[in-house]
């Protein structure tokens, strides 16, 4: 076993690269090979809530999987805990511990209680420890009717905060969250930030590495944040100096009717590089958002578009929120899927 | 959900390392079996009674023919076997199959237990929840067909079961990691690999029926090295067995080691190519 070094990074990355075979209907069509990361270099502190933002098959998931030894890389190093993810896997496993949202992980027939405590066990953590650390998380999580029911007969929201509470049971050195609040209700995944927070502020040295689908989720939590689009960091910062990146102007919101992305081209609205948000079909309506610079007005914009028929049915205009810092790096909005 | 609580600030549980931690891998995963087996009485139906039908079957048949009392005895003990072997395939050769489709495999790959460990505590939990099992049909054998056996050296029968077992299982874990990495369908896999291998393991009839082919089907399958070494113990001369009891066992022997070889082998390479390739773990890729 190798030793890192006296102070090394939660999670360090240099150049890592990975790259998947294409199907070979889609290698019959386009590239052979898809590049779900494309050299990404990252360093998180120990202690750091960090966050990785990027919209659909942006390669978050991907690099997740590299740091907890599910994957290896094509290229590139990835260091956990200051352990090499390839060669001292099993050293890395010992310091951390995956939260998937979505899964339904566990064995139906098993209780809440039996079933954590199973986890526990695969990190070695003694019985006698395990229980008392069990059943403490089971109140954390609001699950305390349920801690003798069997997983199989819980509904969706409560398996997942089991699944969260799993995460803890053997108080991991780097916490691992893909999506952890994915569908889960607003005062569940309230009160789970509020622990994810406590648990790393209360002792040194313990790191979540986030991604989530939630701007806010990842503003009131993460320390930094990492944009990441088609295998690349575009930016990696603290929330407020993202934000001073891109100040200037003004985050504008607007409701149109015949919305046709062709109508928004042309002099008055030139990089503008608005971003299409919902449709509302209900009232025919769809969303664009965009930021205007200090030299634009606003009412230029708006004539603009009903010089070309476009019917402006609702206008809002904002601070700068982290939303709109990942539309001006990335130049879509979240839930848009990497094209 | 309550507010957070003391366990933040608590000190990290221990997480102990080497054996201890493939213990209680090990423990966990066997008690998940155990677990399961008691909390589901249906499961007793479809899994002692319904295989137990079969060997009835051969029972009342060889009755029927007047056949000597023996060979209602070596119907016996292939249905009890005929148990295990079930658990062999579905419940160790497709587990990991369906901890896939669960999600769980990728849990257990991301845990600093071995996954040996892992599959060894299926293989037990296995073991003893079908040794439950196999109670309904022993309880047939005695009870209601009055089937007589030899005096047994209980030495020699603890020998050869604790040995069929552990080849039997040894091969389901190799299963297990092969039918991940080459048959997705795993059920066909089972289904395909059951009745062939009842008939060439003469589960409800001496192997030495089978001729050459029984020699054959010794040498290749450990299910039906193990119900004629079982049957020497429990029947002496009347289980006209294949090979001298001493053989058997050290073929069973040579069964178990290499197939826990194998199954330690396959496991490294499905591990290896899952991160490779990026599939096999993952229940979405």
Redesign the interface.
Known sequence: MSHPAQHPAAVETEALR?T??ASKRAAAEGPAEIEALAGVDLRIERGEVFGLLGPNGAGKT?CI?IL?????PTGGVARVAGFDVVREA?EV??R???V?GG?????G??TVR?CL???????????R??WP?VD??I????LKPQRHT?INRLSTGQRQ?MNFARG?V??PDVLFLDEPTLGMDV??AR??R??VA??V???AGRTVLLTTHYMAEAEELCDRVAIIDRGRVLACDSVPALRRQVQGGQHVELELRRADPRLLEGDALAGLKPAWGAEHPDRGTRTVKFRLPTDTPLVRVLRALEERGVQVEGVATRETSLEDVFIAVVGRALDERTP | ?????D????A??????GF??EW??M???T??RI??SL??PAWIFTDAVLPSLGMCSYVLMYRALGAPRSYEAVAVVGGILSAFWLNVLWGMGAQLYWEKQ???L????????SRMA?LTGMALGGVLTTTLRSIVGVSLGLWVFHVRVTAVDVGALALVFVITMTALYALGMTLSSLFLLYGREAWHVCNALTEPVYFVSGLFFPIRALGTLGYVSAALVPLALGLDALRQVLLHGAARGLLPLPIEIGGLFVFAVAFLFLARFALERLEAL?????RL??RSQ
Do not use: N
Request: net charge positive; with cysteine.
């Open positions: 990975r998947f075979k991907t999987k907890t030894t599910l994957l290896y099993q496993r010992r951390i511990a995956l998937s899964e339904a992980s566990g064995y027939i098993l039996e405590w199973l986890f526990s066990q695969l990190y070695g953590v003694p019985s420890d395990a650390r403490r998380l109140d954390i999580v609001d069997r905060r803890f053997s108080d005062t569940a009160s789970l509020g622990f406590e648990w502020r209360e002792r | 959900m309550t507010a957070p609580d366990l933040a600030r608590d990290p549980p221990q997480r102990t390392r201890m931690l209680r891998a423990t966990a995963r008690y998940v677990v399961g909390r589901e669960q999600g769980q990728q849990l257990y790959f991301a845990a600093p237990c892992i899952s991160k490779h390739e990026g773990t993952l």
